[in-house]
């Protein structure tokens, strides 16, 4: 038996069509958020990496000087972009501004201003190091003293976290 009546077409109803669209969206909307969420953790732990490989290389150099009798070679290891310590600076690395040019600086990356000695990390977003010392992570080259094991001072190279006033 043939059915007489109009045939209804097959496929989903606008109704239809849009749930599935909003239902896709809102997945969307979560996944993107988590994918951002990994992603800061990825650039904090870059950046953290960065730090670590820059105090690895201080301190060789510190050592290097100092086994070879050129205590003074590291007044001139403090004032020098320690970026240049690295065999091969990070990908991320945008070159050297004065603080006061931070606004030709667009993308996120580390930046030396040679005007103050610091390096810094600029992020579009404000974003803070887990520690929260400062708005930019920055961090600067400094003599310090130490005591060594027999009681007697001696000076060596620490890379340590400053506060920079300004920001973005």
């Not at 732990?45 to 290389?57: F, G, K, P, W």
């Not at 667009?106 to 010392?133: C, H, M, N």
Request: glycine letters at 8%; a positive charge.
């Amino acid at each position: 038996m043939a059915s007489t009546g109009p045939r209804r077409p097959r496929g989903f109803s606008l109704l239809e069509f849009a749930l599935v669209t909003a239902i896709t969206a809102a997945l969307c909307a979560v996944l993107l958020h988590r994918l951002d969420g990994y992603r800061q953790a990825a650039e904090e732990v870059a950046a953290r990496q960065t730090v670590a490989a820059l105090r690895t290389a201080l301190q060789v150099e510190t050592t290097r000087a100092l086994a070879q009798g050129r205590p003074d070679a590291l007044v001139k290891l403090a004032g020098q972009n320690p970026m240049e310590l690295l065999v091969r600076p990070p990908a991320n690395y945008l070159g050297e501004f004065a603080l006061s040019e931070q606004g030709r600086v667009a993308r996120r990356g580390w930046v030396f201003d040679p005007r103050d000695k610091i390096l810094i990390y600029f992020t579009p977003e404000r974003e803070r190091f887990a520690s929260g010392k400062s708005e930019l992570p920055a961090f600067k080259v400094e003599l310090t003293r130490i005591l060594t094991v027999g009681g007697t001072p001696a000076t060596s190279l620490a890379l340590n976290e400053v506060g920079v006033q300004g920001g973005h």
